[in-house]
């Protein structure tokens, strides 16, 4: 069990920040953390004889905000309907002035895989061979992945505000 322990202490913190730069909630963040380290507990047997725990770990945790990520905007959607329906002014954004919540924000509007790159790449500070393995890709994909989500995010009108 010293191992399980060891693994949540190592993970945690890079898998907290980055399914918080998917999913922008901190508190669902880390309940997306515990919930993967239950899963990861009740499978220990299977997950301590693979060559990287800490990779499935991180491959559970991704999944399940990119899925909570998905729900949320069904969500908006269904909830924007309703709204135009009943012609209400929207509300102002509350992210209109860019910060580093913008910043996330632009991330989150990537598509699912990318924004999951550049999560683990500057969330949890994971190198491309280690992301390649977290997201189960190849090298070279993760690669691109992490090179278009850059280059969507230069080109961005968000960005180019943040640069100015």
């Known amino acids: 069990m010293v191992d399980f322990v060891e693994l949540v202490e190592t993970e945690s913190r890079g898998l907290v920040a980055a399914v918080y730069a998917i999913v922008g909630d901190e508190h669902r963040s880390e309940e997306i953390v515990q919930e993967t380290f239950e899963r990861c507990y009740r499978r220990w047997r299977r997950v301590s004889r693979l060559d990287k725990p800490g990779a499935w770990a991180r491959r559970v945790a991704i999944n399940e905000a990119i899925s ?44 699912s895989e990318q924004a999951a790159v550049i999560a683990l790449r500057y969330g949890a500070d994971l190198s491309v061979d280690e992301i390649a393995e977290t997201m189960g890709l190849t090298i070279p994909a993760a690669k691109s992945l992490l090179h278009r989500g850059r280059t969507a995010l230069r080109g961005s009108a968000e960005m180019q505000s943040y640069a100015e």
Not at 70 to 77: G, I, Y
Not at 78 to 100: K, Y
Request: glycine share 4%; no cysteine.
């Open 68 to 111: 909570t990520t998905r729900k949320r905007a069904s969500e908006q959607q269904a909830l924007r309907r309703l709204d135009s329906l009943t012609a209400r002014p929207a509300a102002p954004d509350p992210l209109a002035a860019l910060d580093d919540e913008g910043v996330w924000g632009a991330v989150r509007r990537l598509p």
